[in-house]
């Protein structure tokens, strides 16, 4: 396994360099191999990346497969659902009808029957997968102590979360085990305080579930950067 690459940015150019990087690697990979499965994240600091890929070439000309690593059990039109907000964002207005994405519905009675449904639906390696880690260090909806941060057989399941909405379905460390290529958003400094415990050698991934993407390429901001540093220990 690769050791961590961390990338840093001027906070007011966070999102476009991050979405540049973000861009070309989804570039090599559709040039390598005529398609690129990507699965997105949620949270405000996607959100600022996903506002500059809409503005770039990103899903122009491309053939890209978009999952997502986590989707909370509400309605697909809302303002809680990740869907939504990649939909209204990233998606709304493209006109490249080799784009194909992949919802979860969250709002089904049976969330088993969905996670079983929609890990049918992943391919067998994510060519480019998003992350953002939470205050608490919690990445896609995998959060501290929960025990879905040691399965290794199913790629998708329901979990409870301690945050609102508390009904999610998420991925599993089986799919970011085997990511090509991951990349982790930590903007500011309340981000970087998480970070600090990540890059803790005394944590482990059940008290810090971001370590899992450990090995990934993490696009920080210089104050998330700067407030990791104060703290790491």
Same mark, same amino acid.
């Given at each position: 396994?690769?050791?961590?690459?961390?990338?840093?940015?001027?906070?007011?150019?966070?999102?476009?360099?991050?979405?540049?990087?973000?861009?070309?690697?989804? %570039?090599?990979?559709?040039?390598?191999?005529?398609?690129? *499965?990507?699965? +997105?994240?949620? !949270?405000?600091?996607? &959100?600022? =990346?996903?506002?500059?890929?809409?503005?770039?070439?990103?899903?122009?000309?491309?053939?890209?497969?978009?999952?997502?690593?986590?989707?909370?059990?509400?309605?697909? %039109?809302?303002?809680?659902?990740?869907?939504?907000?990649? *939909?209204?964002? +990233?998606?709304? !207005?493209?006109?490249? &009808?080799? =784009?194909?994405?992949?919802?979860?519905?969250?709002?089904?009675?049976?969330?088993?029957?969905?996670?079983?449904?929609?890990?049918?639906?992943?391919?067998?390696?994510? %060519?480019?997968?998003?992350?953002?880690?939470?205050?608490?260090?919690?990445?896609?909806?995998?959060?501290?102590?929960? &025990?879905?941060?040691?399965?290794?057989?199913?790629?998708?399941?329901?979990?409870?979360?301690?945050?609102?909405?508390?009904?999610?379905?998420?991925?599993?460390?089986?799919?970011?085990?085997?990511?090509?290529?991951?990349?982790?958003?930590?903007?500011?400094?309340?981000?970087?305080?998480?970070?600090?415990?990540?890059?803790?050698?005394?944590?482990?991934?059940?008290?810090?579930?971001?370590?899992?993407?450990?090995?990934?390429?993490?696009?920080?901001?210089?104050?998330?950067?700067?407030?990791?540093?104060?703290?790491?220990?």
């Amino acid at each position: 396994m690769r050791s961590a690459e961390i990338l840093v940015f001027e906070d007011n150019s966070w999102a476009d360099m991050s979405a540049k990087i973000i861009c070309e690697t989804v %570039d090599n990979v559709c040039a390598l191999q005529g398609l690129c *499965n990507i699965m +997105l994240t949620g !949270g405000r600091s996607a &959100k600022s =990346i996903y506002q500059q890929l809409s503005n770039s070439s990103f899903l122009e000309q491309k053939k890209i497969n978009i999952y997502f690593s986590d989707e909370r059990c509400v309605s697909l %039109d809302d303002n809680e659902s990740n869907y939504n907000m990649v *939909n209204s964002v +990233l998606i709304a !207005g493209c006109k490249n &009808k080799n =784009i194909s994405l992949y919802p979860i519905y969250g709002d089904v009675y049976d969330k088993q029957n969905e996670s079983t449904r929609y890990e049918s639906l992943l391919p067998d390696i994510i %060519d480019v997968l998003l992350l953002s880690i939470g205050e608490d260090s919690h990445i896609a909806s995998l959060f501290p102590q929960d &025990k879905t941060l040691i399965e290794n057989q199913k790629k998708v399941v329901p979990v409870t979360v301690p945050k609102k909405p508390f009904s999610r379905i998420s991925i599993t460390p089986v799919v970011i085990n085997s990511a090509i290529r991951i990349f982790c958003f930590g903007q500011g400094v309340i981000k970087g305080k998480a970070l600090a415990s990540v890059f803790n050698d005394n944590r482990d991934i059940l008290s810090v579930p971001a370590k899992l993407a450990l090995h990934g390429t993490w696009l920080l901001d210089h104050s998330a950067y700067r407030t990791m540093k104060q703290f790491y220990k």
